[in-house]
Structures are given as structure tokens and as C-alpha cells.
């Protein structure tokens, strides 16, 4: 299938004027196919030019054009061609629809539990023309009719209130012009649970099964969404402008959500079935402001192309975190560092670094792959230096002259830009070009003698621009008390920063305000295991991403890194640090930089650790599950965790419910200390979907040569495995613990993973690509195989992308293991 370029898109834009689409689905059958008739009325400013509609059908039936057939046979590539315009046009397009299972065009879901039926579409990037037939490029917006017609108790949601007619079908109708990537549909016996908010209907759907838990999760919900309603009101002068609000639970979604208008759909294991952390709970609300973000970044204002995707994913991701902090009572900005900056980081240190801004996307495909942690987390990390730059005033009344200037309609940096300036902005070009349009991350060091700090500013490699870094330095005696707190402005090279106090650690953005790399010396390092109990959260956030660049640099040994970091697990309060490091610990440091020999005592040292953390917590605490499910990970006692799952011997507030339960019986599957008969009464006792998932990846982490054959398998050659299955084999596939034994895939990988195009696309090919590749074979035979394939011209984007990062983090371990043995 083609996807449109840029060029292609403005060409088209140009000729084309969409003034609405009436379709009509028939969703009644139980077959693999559904009915889709698309009616589209739009004018043409050149009617002896031609263009094509966008319509990816399992078989194309009947089209006509102004009343006249047009052939269904000159349909290629997911392309219509369209001659013999007038100035106004009406196109119908009837097809056949294939249900998907990957998650994009119209998904289809069988529920384990109770055999219940769920549909969602999906229609980001080029997904749209996969569930009916449109024009599909972000700025050839127009209004919608969907007509639906479904078996008897079914409900039905969308990009506006559903109505249901005296023949039993659902309407619904958005006057509001839509781009096709953010239309939507639910349809299926969803749970759903209908509040009101300043005249706001608020309604929340998941499936049936998982009604006791959305029931439970209801009131905590409703209220995140009401708080951050009131807030984005307060902050932006324009009210909620999609009618209802809609949030959907669906299974088998590929992104965490997607900001459709009045209709946003998320993952459903965001329906909590078991204890959750604070941290998660603090990931769910701030995924809701997120969303919520969009009704005004990207769908009331939305990007002309790709190229803009920062428009909006950087200011959902900053206002979404910003708004949780503020009004919830989750502390985001924590989590926002130890997890969505890590991300960012290591994206905009890969060789796939891009822009903010102006990410250079020539088609919709390559767009799909900037989707990633430059996009969101640095565009967020961004935002808040030009928050800081700007004034709050400033800031506010340019977004607000941009609304007002764009509402439903396409802008781009440019009109933003012009905005913020209107409103006062002074300068916007230097910073734009500082910031939004380069890539890469400056490194600050801190430099203290008699008191006065120099913070040294060392551009990305293979540049020379200097970015202004608004920040606070800070000092910290040997206990990690701070001892004192200077704001700065950093710009150019060396900045001298009077803190009246020489201290052994001086951290250069101790409330991590920028978007650096935070580096220290070997002294800083050495004094660091003593000095991280008495650090602030966000300092600690800091140091904890210092130390994770600095491993991956080959500046910080693992060896070092370990004792940092099991400084940091034993004494910090929050389940979101404790979680994400304990994980990293497990399954980087220790599963990939850390020498083979010193492996097992340093897995031992830190599940010692971590059940310490956990018997000391409050019982039943996120901490304590936090440092519990880290424990489970790095354990190699299968006695005990056997008698964890018979209820025996189990820390007092830890309950081993449905998830815990998992976790444990995947660590057993992977010391091979559960037989296949063990493996599937687990699975007889969890029929979910999420226990199907579970059930996939225990199979996979099997230390026994059959079971590594069927994963490959299912893997490589499986085109009907559900995607969350898919995921969940690939990332189970490979072992540090199962080296040997799983060796022989290494060039089977290389050999095989671009003919993976022929069985999969988009997401799924992309995460496929990058979760089965071979992490664990670190050795410079493996970094040989990734540039023998990059070097090829016929691979497809997102497999290059995929191979192309995960290449570029083993060559970093295998430089490591060079150089500290």
C-alpha cells in the first residue's frame, strides 16, 4: 500500500475541498468482513485535474461519480483514481471491509471470558481508508454522518452523541469538521457509566467483563476527568467543543490512547483488574489530561502534516502532565522524569534523532516512526524551559490568539510562532531554532571551586549550537542535605553561578527544569551511593538519569551504577523511582552490561534488597508492590515463589492477586521451573484477554528448545496471532539466562525479520521488529549483522527505524563491555 507524501498531500489540498461524508456500516454478520458505503460531496478547484480517494477494501463492489460507475479495477496500491471532475462531486463508494486484528482500521475482539463480540476503529496515519472510504490527510477536514447498523444490544459511541432510530440503527452526527486520522467508532455489549459534568456528559465504556472493575474505578475517573475539564477551561478561555465525552477501555490498542473528539479510546489494562501502584494510577490520570489536551491541541486546531506533529503531541504531553500535577493528587512531575524523560533521551541520542519541529516526515508511514519519545517527552521538557522563558501571561495568550485564529481548522509552527509574538514574545526565532529545530542533547557539568559553580555547556557531537538553559543549581553536603539553591540562566559555554558554598556534589539542574544530559565526575560518583538518601525526589530523578546515560556512554561501570542504584531502591518513597529502576536494574544493567560472571550475585543482591524494601513498607503500599513485583523479577529462589502462589510465606500486606499471580508464574516459567501442564492451568484459571496474554509470553520464556521453536514461529510466520500476544512472545523470546539456547535465532533474526512486511504492517510490524530483536546477543558479530541489514535498500520503514535503534543500544552495551570487562 502507498502512503501519502507531503508533496502529494498539499497537491491535493490544494485541488480538493471535502464538504462532508455520510457512511453507512452494516455490522450485523459474524463473518471477517463487514459492509462500508461511503458518500462524500466535495468540490474541485481544477476539474480537469484528476486526484484518487483512499479506500484499503477486502473487495471493492461498486463506486460512481457524479451518478456515473466508476471502475473498481483501476484500484491499486489502496488508491481510487478519480477523473472527470466537476467543480462540486459526489462520490460513493460501497466495499467490503476486512475486521482487523493489529489494532488499526476497525478492530475486532472475541473476549475469552465470555465469547462477547467488541469493535473499535482506529484511524491514525493510514489507517482510516482500512474502515471506509476518504480523503486522508490532516488538513482536508469536514463534518461526518455515520450510519450503523448492529446485532440487538449492542452500544455504539463515537465522534458524537449516538442516537438510536426506529429500525433499530445508530446515528451519529459531528457538524464539527474532523480529520479523518481522529474519526472513530465503538460498537459491541460494552459496560458503560454515564455522569454529567457543567453540562458536560461524561461516559465511560469497557467490556463486560471488566465491568466490576471499571464500577470500582468509576468515581476516581470521573472526577480526574472533571478536575482537568475545569482546568483546561480555566487555562485556555475556550470550553470543551465536541459535545460528550466519551472514554473507551478497548482491548488490543496499540497506542496508551487516541484523542479522537468526544470518543477517546485507551488500552484496556488502564481498567486496573488487580492492586495498582500510586504510579500507575498517576500514569492513568495524567494519560487522561493528556487526551484531553488534544480536544484542543490537534483536534480543535490541528497540524497541516506530519511534519508538525509536535503541535500536537509536545503540548499534550507538557499540559497533560502539567494539569495532573496541579489538580490530582498525583505529583507528575516525578514520574514525567524517571519515565517519559529516560524515553526522550534515549531517542534523541540514537542515530534516528530528529527535530521537535520540522521532523523532515516525506510520507505518513515515516511519520509513524517520530512518534517517540522526542516528540512527546523532550517536546514536553521543551515547552516548560519556553513556559519559563516566556512568562505564564505570555505563554497563555499566545495559545489562546491561536485558537481563537486556527478553531477548526489546520495550522503550523509558523502560525504558533506568530501567535506567541502578538502576545509579546520577543526573540522566538533564536529560541525556535535552539530548540525546536535541532536535535540532540547538550551535556552540562558542574565545576565548583571556592565556592563559585561553573556549569560548562557542551553542544550534542558533530554541532556547535549552544542552547540557553533556564535551571536551578544546588548543593549538597556529603549527607545529601542540600545546602544551597541558585537560579540560573546557562548561555554559552561556561556560566559562573555564585552559590557561596563548595561541596563535593553540585547538581547543575537540580529540579530537573531542562532538557540536558547531567553529567559527574569520578569523585561525584564515588560520593553518591552516601549522599542519594538525603536528596529531594527531584534531584534523585536527576542523578538516576545521569547514571542511566552514564551507563549507556561507557562513562559510569556497571559496577558502579549498581551501587548507586541499590543506594537509591533502599531509601526512596516513591513506587514510580522504585519500579522503574528495580526494572532497569533486572533487565539492563544487570541482563546486558554487566559481565556474565557477575550476574547472579548482583540478581541476588538486588531481590535481597528489594524483599527488604518490601517487608519495611506500609502493607498493602504501591512502595511495597512496587519493590514485591522487582523482587519476583530478580529472584531465583523457585521454592519460594512457589509458596508465594500456595499463599505460604508471603510479606504481610502482599496480596497475590490476579496480576501478582502472573507475575510470579512467568518468573517460574522462565527458571523453567513450570511444566506445560502448570502453564495451562494457569491459564484455564485466567480465561481474560490479559491472561491469554500472559499465558503467550510464560509459553515463550520457557527455557526448552520447543518452546522456542513455536514462539519463533508465531512470531515470524503467525499472521492471525492477536497483536497484544504478538508483543508479549517477542519481548518474552529472549533471555540473558537462556543465551545458549536461544543463540541459533540470532541470525535467523537478520535473515528473516524484513519479510515480516509480507504478514504485517504499521504498528505491528514496527514493535515486532524492535521487541524480537536479539538484545541479548551483545557481542560485535551481532552489531556486524545489524549494519549488514541497515545496509539494504528494500526494508521497510518501520522495521529500518526498529533495527536502527535497537542496533544502536547493544552497540552501547557492547562498547561498555569493551571497555570495563
Not at 44 to 67: E, F, I, M, Q
Not at 310 to 330: K, M, P, Q
Not at 715 to 731: K, Q, S, V
Amino acid at each position: 500500500m502507498r502512503s501519502i507524501t507531503r508533496d502529494e498531500a498539499a497537491e491535493r489540498a490544494e485541488l480538493l475541498g471535502v464538504d462532508g461524508y455520510q457512511v453507512a456500516l452494516d455490522l450485523t454478520g459474524d463473518g471477517p468482513t463487514f459492509t462500508s458505503r461511503t458518500r462524500i460531496r466535495f468540490r474541485c478547484a481544477d476539474p480537469r485535474r484528476g486526484s484518487w480517494v483512499d479506500v484499503k477494501p477486502h473487495r471493492l463492489t461498486r463506486v460512481t461519480l457524479n451518478g456515473t460507475p466508476v471502475p473498481v479495477e483501476t484500484m491499486a496500491g489502496g488508491r481510487l483514481p478519480l477523473t472527470g471532475l466537476a467543480e462540486s462531486n459526489e462520490l460513493v463508494v460501497e466495499a467490503q471491509m476486512a475486521y482487523s486484528h493489529d489494532g488499526e482500521g476497525l478492530h475486532r475482539h472475541v473476549d475469552p471470558a465470555d465469547g462477547n463480540v467488541y469493535l473499535y476503529a482506529m484511524s491514525f496515519l493510514d489507517a482510516a481508508p482500512r474502515w471506509f472510504a476518504c480523503f486522508d490527510q490532516p488538513d482536508l477536514k469536514a463534518p461526518y454522518r455515520f450510519e450503523v447498523r448492529c446485532p440487538d444490544g449492542w452500544t455504539v459511541a463515537g465522534n458524537a452523541p449516538a442516537t438510536r432510530g426506529a429500525d433499530g440503527s445508530w446515528l451519529l452526527e459531528q457538524a464539527r469538521p474532523l480529520s479523518t486520522y481522529f474519526t472513530t467508532l465503538i460498537a459491541g455489549p460494552y459496560h458503560s457509566i454515564r455522569t454529567e459534568h457543567d453540562g458536560i456528559a461524561l461516559v465511560l465504556h469497557a467490556r463486560a467483563s471488566l465491568a466490576e472493575h471499571l464500577d470500582r474505578d468509576a468515581a476516581e475517573l470521573a472526577q480526574i476527568t472533571a478536575d482537568c475539564l475545569d482546568e483546561f477551561h480555566r487555562l485556555f478561555g475556550v470550553r470543551y467543543p465536541w459535545g460528550e465525552y466519551h472514554q473507551a477501555f478497548v482491548p488490543e490498542f496499540n497506542a496508551g490512547a487516541m484523542e479522537n473528539p468526544g470518543c477517546v479510546t485507551f488500552r484496556d489494562p488502564l481498567v486496573f483488574r488487580s492492586r495498582a501502584t500510586d504510579a500507575e494510577h498517576a500514569v492513568r490520570a495524567s494519560t487522561i489530561a493528556h487526551e484531553m489536551a488534544h480536544m484542543w491541541f490537534g483536534d480543535l486546531v490541528t497540524m497541516r502534516w506530519w511534519d508538525d506533529l509536535w503541535l500536537n503531541e509536545s503540548f499534550a504531553e507538557y499540559l497533560g502532565h502539567r494539569v495532573c500535577d496541579a489538580v490530582t493528587r498525583h505529583r507528575s512531575w516525578v514520574e514525567f522524569g524517571i519515565v517519559r524523560k529516560a524515553w526522550g533521551y534515549t531517542a534523541d541520542r540514537r542515530p534516528s534523532t530528529h527535530p521537535v519541529a520540522g521532523n523532515g516526515a516525506a510520507d505518513a508511514a515515516t511519520a509513524l516512526s517520530d512518534f517517540d519519545g522526542i516528540s512527546y517527552a523532550k517536546g514536553a521538557a521543551v515547552l516548560r524551559q519556553l513556559g519559563a522563558y516566556l512568562g505564564e501571561d505570555v505563554f497563555l495568550t499566545g495559545l489562546r490568539r491561536y485558537f481563537a485564529d486556527h478553531a477548526f481548522g489546520n495550522a503550523s509552527l509558523a502560525d504558533l510562532l506568530a501567535a506567541w509574538t502578538a502576545a509579546g514574545a520577543a526573540d522566538l526565532p533564536a529560541w525556535t531554532e535552539q530548540w525546536l529545530q535541532s536535535s540532540g542533547l547538550d551535556t552540562l557539568r558542574a565545576e565548583h571551586v571556592d565556592g563559585t559553580v561553573t556549569v560548562h555547556c557542551e553542544p550534542p557531537p558533530g554541532t556547535h549550537a549552544l542552547r540557553r538553559h533556564a535551571v536551578t543549581v544546588a548543593a549538597f553536603d556529603a549527607a545529601g542535605r542540600q545546602v544551597a539553591q541558585q537560579p540560573a540562566l546557562l548561555a554559552g559555554p561556561s556560566t559562573s553561578v555564585p552559590l557561596g558554598r563548595s561541596e563535593q556534589l553540585v547538581i547543575a539542574d537540580s529540579l530537573d527544569e531542562t532538557w540536558a544530559k547531567i553529567a559527574f565526575d569520578d569523585a561525584a560518583w564515588r560520593a553518591l551511593p552516601a549522599a542519594v538518601g538525603g536528596l529531594d525526589p527531584l534531584p534523585r530523578v536527576v542523578v538516576c538519569n545521569a547514571m542511566r546515560l552514564a551507563v549507556a556512554d561507557a562513562e559510569l561501570a556497571p559496577q558502579a551504577a549498581l551501587e548507586v542504584a541499590l543506594a537509591v531502591l533502599a531509601i526512596d518513597p516513591s513506587d514510580a523511582v522504585v519500579g522503574v529502576l528495580a526494572r532497569w536494574l533486572s533487565e539492563v544493567l544487570i541482563g546486558r552490561y554487566l559481565p556474565p560472571a557477575e550476574c547472579d550475585t548482583a540478581a541476588e543482591r538486588l531481590a535481597v534488597l528489594l524483599l527488604d524494601v518490601a517487608t519495611a513498607a506500609v502493607p498493602g503500599s504501591g512502595l511495597q508492590l512496587a519493590a514485591v513485583r522487582g523482587y519476583v523479577r530478580a529472584c531465583a529462589d523457585s521454592d519460594r515463589l512457589r509458596g508465594w502462589l500456595a499463599g505460604a510465606a508471603v510479606p504481610d500486606g502482599v496480596v497475590i492477586d490476579t496480576e501478582l499471580r502472573w507475575e510470579v508464574v512467568r518468573r517460574l516459567a522462565t527458571l523453567g521451573a513450570l511444566d506445560v501442564a502448570q502453564l495451562d492451568a494457569e491459564a484455564a484459571a485466567d480465561r481474560s484477554t490479559q491472561g491469554a496474554v500472559h499465558a503467550a509470553a510464560c509459553r515463550a520464556l520457557r527455557p526448552d528448545a520447543e518452546a522456542k521453536h513455536a514462539a519463533w514461529q508465531t512470531i515470524m510466520a503467525d499472521a492471525g496471532c492477536p497483536n497484544y500476544e504478538l508483543y508479549a512472545i517477542a519481548n518474552a523470546f529472549w533471555q540473558p539466562s537462556q543465551r545458549e539456547l536461544t543463540a541459533p535465532y540470532v541470525e535467523r533474526y537478520f535473515a528473516e525479520i524484513a519479510d515480516l512486511a509480507a504478514i504485517r504492517s504499521g504498528w505491528v510490524l514496527a514493535r515486532v521488529s524492535e521487541y524480537a530483536y536479539p538484545q541479548t546477543a551483545a557481542d560485535p558479530h551481532t552489531v556486524e549483522l545489524t549494519e549488514a541489514l541497515l545496509a539494504r535498500d528494500d526494508l521497510d520503514p518501520g522495521v529500518r527505524r526498529s533495527v536502527l535503534d535497537a542496533g544502536d543500544d547493544l552497540r552501547r552495551v557492547v562498547a561498555s563491555r569493551q571497555k570495563f570487562g
